[in-house]
Structures are given as C-alpha cells and as structure tokens.
T-cell receptor, first 113, second 112 residues
Framework: DAGVIQSPRHEVTEMGQEVTLRCKPI?????LFWYRQTMMRGLELLIY????????DSGMPEDRFSAKMPNASFSTLKIQPSEPRDSAVYFC???????????FGQGTRLTVV | DAKTTQPPSMDCAEGRAANLPCNHS???????VYWYRQIHSQGPQYIIH???NNETNEMASLIITEDRKSSTLILPHATLRDTAVYYC?????????????FGKGTKLSVKP
C-alpha cells in the first residue's frame, strides 16, 4: 500500500482565493483525521471522520474551513476565502476501527500571500 | 481525552538509551498511552502504545507505572536518525475512535 496520499505537496495562493487540499486514506481504513501544524500552535486536530461521517469538527477554526468525505477513499479540506494566517502544513491521517494506530500522509504545505 | 505533560527537550548520546518521560495523572481506565514521533518536515509516525502492561516492539519499549499516571518511552540504542519530536498521547483505544490530540511533545536531540 502506498500509504496516505495527500495532494498537492505544496500550494501557494493569493489571499482571498479558494484552496482545496486532498487526501486518499489507506484502503480499508474507516477513520480519517485532518490536522494543521504551525510553529506557534503545534499540531492541531481540525476534524475527524468515522465511516465517512464527521464525528468531531470542533477544531475547525471558522466557517471559512470545510471538510468532506464523499466516500471511503477520498476526503477534501477546503478554505474559502484563504487568509495569510492559514499558512501552515496540513496533515491527513487514517486508521481502522480495530487498530487505532494512525498513519499520516506527508502533508501539504500551504502558503497564502 | 486526558492531558499529558512532557519535558520540552532532551539530549541523548548516540548509542545510549533514550528515556522519554510522560505524565498523565488524569488518565481514565479505558484510555491507552500512545507514542508518536515527528522527524523534521515529515508526518508523525506511530511508535508504540499500551494500556497497563509494559510493551516492546522493534522500535522501542513502553514502561507504564502501576498506577498508570506516568510512562516512559525507551529507545534502547539511540541513533542520529532518532532525532525528532516525540509525542505522548492518551486516548480511548481499541473499538472506539476518540480524538487523537497532540501536545507539544519532547524534542529529542541525539548527539554523536
């Protein structure tokens, strides 16, 4: 298995633009997590899904952020409109229900200018 | 999920054992202790987890005190590649998908 795949690896966008980050979890995993990491705030959990259903989105910073999981093999994190303070590395992770070890992707480095 | 307390940084000589402590005094009976590490610019990597018994795998050993209020991750022979931030996390384990909340972790520097 190729592991958790995130795209793009790097994204540079202008303030006000819409940004969509993508994640393909490991096949057979039914839990998916989105994280944001900055120097100031560390690794923050934004939202997690179980069986494609959002279970806890209390970490989503504001209405500009939204996440979807239309099927078991794909999830998106969208920021609209983007702001410079959204600049961070965004990680996606997945795990099974039985094995709670979470596997992380390589992350997407987002820069909003 | 219970909170954890870790020292912000530690040094270790290459080839020596690295012992990373973690306090989790408010841990609940159904919460496991997990350890992850993050090497610079990479996603976090799972190391080991346990409930109350000591655990060992190819990467490390986990020692949990009898009262479960603290634990120690042991890297038996640290190498330069073990330089990373190590996170101790407590969460509800097998059969339930609780949040996986990371604290600030311990930055381990392995020196030649």
């Amino acid at each position: 298995d190729a592991g958790v795949i995130q795209s793009p690896r790097h994204e540079v966008t202008e303030m006000g633009q819409e940004v969509t980050l993508r994640c393909k979890p490991i096949s057979g995993h039914n839990s998916l997590f989105w994280y944001r990491q900055t120097m100031m705030r560390g690794l923050e959990l934004l939202i997690y899904f179980n069986n494609n259903v959002p279970i806890d989105d209390s970490g989503m910073p504001e209405d500009r952020f939204s996440a979807k999981m239309p099927n078991a093999s794909f999830s998106t994190l969208k920021i609209q409109p983007s702001e410079p303070r959204d600049s961070a590395v965004y990680f996606c992770a997945s795990s099974t229900t039985e094995n709670t070890e979470a596997f992380f992707g390589q992350g997407t480095r987002l820069t909003v200018v | 999920d219970a909170k954890t307390t870790q020292p912000p940084s530690m040094d270790c000589a290459e080839g020596r054992a690295a012992n990373l402590p973690c306090n989790h005094s408010t841990i609940s009976g159904n919460e496991y202790v997990y350890w992850y590490r993050q090497i610079h610019s990479q996603g976090p990597q799972y190391i080991i987890h346990g409930l109350k018994n000591n655990e060992t795998n190819e990467m490390a050993s986990l020692i949990i005190t009898e009262d479960r209020k603290s634990s120690t991750l042991i890297l038996p022979h640290a190498t330069l590649r073990d330089t990373a931030v190590y996170y101790c996390i407590v969460r509800v384990g097998r059969g339930s998908q609780g949040n996986l909340i990371f604290g600030k972790g311990t930055k381990l520097s392995v020196k030649p």
